[in-house]
T-cell receptor, first 110, second 117 residues
């Protein structure tokens, strides 16, 4: 069965500190992985996807198939990064069907 | 970017009544839309896949007679919560993929908060 696990409900750091939001998945095939973000009072939106191997707002995420992980990292957190972050898995971009992790609230303190 | 809009953004109803929530893709056509449910401080749970012109595909454990989905056009899907009860109170979110963008990205509506008294 497909499953996405985000072990931390809340991650609290000070501004300028490094951030790592953990995500592990279980899926027998080759998944596509995404990070979505939800800022306060805004809708869910895509942050980044593993296929594009891009850096968005200073965030990066590398797919580690050996560890079945897709952790989200940023070297220096900013206050505006405070939000809810969801890791999500899709079997295929053609279906668009996403399975979400439980979400991690990132709180960046001044 | 692609925009998905939901209406109403919040609704309060009495137990036993039915409530309809609309999901529209404003600047693209979506043959498939997805309905999620989110409990407070919890993850999004996929309820069903809405298919234009055919029956919706429901996830395991979701009552199809309880949550009626209709996808009558390429830009509109509706979710009707029938005979609503307090336990149906939740945040319902729809999403769709823009087939014109081959990215796999889902675009989400702003969500509809249902409170059943």
């Amino acid at each position: 069965a497909q499953r996405v696990t985000q072990p931390e409900k809340l991650l609290s750091v000070f501004k300028g500190a490094p951030v790592e939001l953990k995500c592990n998945y279980s899926y027998s095939g080759s998944p596509e992985l995404f990070w979505y973000v939800q800022y306060s009072r805004q809708r869910l939106q895509l942050l980044l996807r593993h296929i594009s191997r891009e850096s968005i707002k200073g965030f990066t995420a590398d797919l580690n198939k050996g560890e079945t992980s897709f952790h989200l990292k940023k070297p220096f957190a900013q206050e505006e990064d405070s939000a809810m972050y969801y890791c999500a898995l899709s079997r295929s971009s053609n279906t668009g069907k996403l399975i979400f992790g439980q979400g991690t609230t990132l709180q960046v303190k001044p | 970017g692609a925009v998905v809009s939901q209406h109403p953004s919040w609704v309060i109803c009495k137990s036993g009544t039915s409530v309809k929530i609309e999901c529209r893709s404003l600047d693209f056509q979506a043959t498939t839309m997805f309905w999620y449910r989110q409990f407070p401080k919890q993850s999004l749970m996929l309820m069903a896949t809405s298919n234009e012109g055919s029956k919706a595909t429901y996830e395991q454990g979701v009552e199809k007679d309880k949550f009626l989905i209709n996808h009558a056009s390429l830009t509109l899907s509706t979710l009707t919560v029938t005979s609503a009860h307090p336990e149906d109170s939740s945040f319902y979110i729809c999403s769709a993929r823009d087939p014109g963008r081959n990215t796999g990205e889902l675009f989400f509506g702003e969500g509809s908060r249902l409170t059943v008294l």
